[in-house]
């Protein structure tokens, strides 16, 4: 046991790197990360390098297990989990109200998406297999061309910022019905098997073997309506009994304790629906979707996002090790592979968007729902693993799922950014009850409205509203309690927030308190402190250096004789030399937001000294700049003299970096008089760069 373990352990960790890096990858070159997660598992699996023997892995470092999972029970173990914690965050990014106003156009859509895509692929295996309709490699390829991932789907919906949005909501109510009836019909052909095969799960070369019994079709509509009563059952009282649950989940006060809970609630679900024959990650998505609209759903999604990143990638991982790439790479499997993907991939399309039509959407919205329904997942994997298993299919039938599959992932993304790069709407008519509005204040200043936004948030809190920083590099916030749903943006200087129509009065009423709130604290500010006296006795404090932060001085940032002769000048000057050293991503922005932060009080201190700074989205990393000026030019010092040595510092406004370190460790190397005056003086650039580093010679 202690061998196993050591090797599990070992194996999560290699995978934490390779998801990792191959997500990275594949966002650099534009497609979404969870394919590089996926081929991130294809490349470390055990039919590539992880089969390779190394010293103290005689069979590799993911050693290829007996049967069809190929990875080992504690591995794909792991991968459950990761696939449960993956469905229930869809569940609670989905906005129920739209869900539910969709679910009938959802179920239509998904019926026709099913129903198409079951009948292509199975056309497509007669043609392929030359065999008849109901040969059950063909009726598996059919049932494996109906899945549609849920995860893979969300989290592009997600990257579009469209999980919301008609379409998007329609989408995953699709999908949702796709996974129901594609576990039905796996439990119906399974039936047709055993029937046709006598119980026996090997086939022979036709496909099928002699019939030893008849059809029973009471079997079979049994089978149905037991999977779907325990989809609806769930659904609905997930859904009425929401709040109770929510109720229940708070009664542990500690947002980390109800967070965890529900997760147990979502994991409890899925076992159940297994043990019923439904597929785990069908009842992880209606704990989900039954949370949604509670004003706890943002907080859970937030406490466990650390869970998520963590095990989500391990799923898809797993999921790629079971490819073998040899099979892939054969003429067979690629030639039958794109007749099939081909096949999936307009199956989707055509059958799923062709209903959209005729349930109110526009061409726009069905070819975005068609191709929202295109990419194939966890289901088809986990399908393809019992037919696998079953003896149905063979390893090359299973390399064309998983060509299919991967092929259908790349695909979905273009295909939705093509279809979504028009903004316009995607149903018909408006939708009827969407009386959402938008409030934009621009405060000119992104500090401001930094300030605005945190004072907001924190009465948001006080007022009992749950809030959620959605991603905080984009600024974007989520505020919910009861029915009342606030999305919250900053971007720059502004900050805007939407709502629904009949609550923009409460949202004006809470900013403008906010507003009120920080006029008075400025006043207050500005009479009980003095900027300039505070600067006067910055200077005369003695600090620390720090060579680490004072090596970012570059030789090549050093002019040691400047040419202007007036403040604007001198910072337009550095400023060039930063843009012509490559520094800059826009020369105009920088300069703008240093002379902003000049205007604000003058950056010059004593004894000859400035140090003009500024934080603008104009630089990718802090940079620094070094100009001498042996004449001087008046910068407004402390002390009045004219400054000859100036220190410009620029870094990125949401990147945190050694800014203000740098300005205090370079402010107490250039209290030595006789430094100041020998990198004045200095000849060359490397002597004034290594005298600021380093304090001497």
Not at 64 to 74: F, H, K, T
Not at 136 to 144: A, K, T
Not at 508 to 537: F, N
Request: with cysteine.
């Amino acid at each position: 046991m202690s061998e196993r373990m050591a090797e599990l352990v070992l194996q999560l960790g290699f995978i934490f790197f390779a998801v990792r890096i191959c997500g990275r990858l594949a966002r650099g070159l534009g497609i979404p990360p969870v394919l590089g997660e996926l081929l991130s598992g294809v490349i470390i699996g055990p039919y590539a390098l992880g089969g390779l023997a190394l010293p103290g892995f005689p069979r590799g470092f993911f050693p290829l297990e007996a049967g069809p999972l190929a990875v080992s029970a504690e591995l794909y173990a792991f991968a459950t989990v990761a696939s449960i914690i993956l469905l229930f965050a869809s569940g609670l990014e989905t906005d129920l109200g739209l869900f539910l106003r969709y679910s009938l156009a959802g179920g239509v859509i998904g019926i026709g998406g099913v129903a198409f895509s079951f009948v292509l692929g199975d056309l497509v295996g007669i043609a392929l297999l030359h065999t008849s309709f109901m040969d059950p490699r063909c009726l598996f390829l059919g049932i494996l061309s109906t899945a549609t991932s849920v995860g893979i789907t969300a989290r592009i919906l997600s990257d579009h910022k469209r999980m919301d949005s008609p379409e998007g909501v329609t989408i995953l109510a699709a999908a949702v019905f796709d996974d129901v009836l594609g576990i039905i019909m796996l439990a119906v052909v399974l039936g047709i098997v055993a029937v046709i095969t006598g119980g026996q799960t090997g086939l022979d070369a036709g496909g099928i073997q002699d019939a030893s019994g008849a059809l029973d079709a009471s079997s079979v509509l049994g089978i149905a309506g037991k999977a779907f009563g325990i989809w609806l059952g769930f659904t609905i009282l997930g859904l009425v009994f929401s709040k109770k649950i929510a109720a229940f989940l708070k009664f542990f006060k500690q947002t980390f304790d109800f967070s965890i809970l529900a997760l147990g609630l979502a994991l409890i679900l899925a076992g159940i629906f297994e043990k019923q024959g439904l597929a785990m990650i069908i009842g992880a998505y209606i704990s989900g979707l039954s949370l949604s609209k509670t004003d706890i759903a943002a907080v859970i999604q937030e406490r466990l996002r650390g869970l998520y990143e963590f095990f989500v990638p391990i799923f898809f991982a797993v999921m790629g090790m079971m490819v073998n790439v040899r099979d892939i790479f054969s003429f067979r499997v690629l030639s039958f592979g794109a007749l099939y993907t081909a096949g999936a991939v307009l199956a989707k399309i055509a059958g799923c968007g062709g209903p959209a039509l005729l349930m109110g959407f526009n061409l726009r919205g069905a070819l975005r729902i068609g191709a929202g329904m295109v990419p194939r997942g966890e289901v088809a994997l986990i399908i393809a693993g019992i037919g696998l298993a079953s003896g149905i299919l063979d390893n090359q039938l299973f390399a064309v799922i998983i060509l299919m599959t991967l092929v259908t992932t790349l695909a979905a993304p273009p295909l939705l950014s093509l279809f979504l790069k028009n903004s316009g709407s995607g149903t018909k008519k408006p939708v009827k009850g969407d009386d959402s509005a938008a409030a934009v204040w621009e405060f000119h200043a992104a500090e401001i409205a930094d300030m605005v936004l945190d004072t907001l948030l924190k009465d948001l809190k006080a007022e009992g509203f749950y809030v959620q920083m959605m991603n905080i590099d984009e600024g974007i916030s989520q505020a919910r309690k009861g029915d009342i749903s606030l999305s919250i943006t900053k971007k720059e200087s502004a900050v805007t927030i939407e709502t629904s129509q009949v609550d923009m009065p409460f949202i004006k009423t809470a900013v403008y308190e906010v507003i009120l709130g920080l006029h008075d604290t400025i006043q207050k500010l500005k009479s009980s402190s003095d900027p300039r006296a505070m600067k006067q006795e910055i200077s005369s404090l003695e600090g620390r250096t720090r060579e680490d932060v004072l090596s970012l001085i570059d030789p090549g940032c050093i002019l040691l004789d400047l040419k202007g002769n007036t403040k604007g000048e001198i910072i337009t000057e550095m400023v060039d030399l930063l843009d012509r050293r490559g520094k800059l991503l826009n020369r105009d922005e920088a300069l703008g937001d240093v002379l902003q932060r000049e205007k604000t009080m003058s950056t010059g201190m004593e004894h000859g000294i400035a140090l003009p700074h500024g934080k603008s989205e104009a630089v990718a990393d802090m940079c620094v700049a070094v100009g001498i000026k042996k004449e001087g030019v008046d910068f407004e010092s402390l002390d009045g003299e004219k400054s000859r040595l100036f220190i410009m510092v620029v870094s990125p406004k949401k990147i945190s970096g050694p800014h203000i370190q740098f300005l205090a460790a370079i402010g107490a190397v250039l209290k030595d008089e006789t430094l100041r005056e020998q990198v004045i003086n200095a000849d060359f650039k490397e002597d004034a760069a290594f005298l600021l580093q380093h304090g001497h010679f």
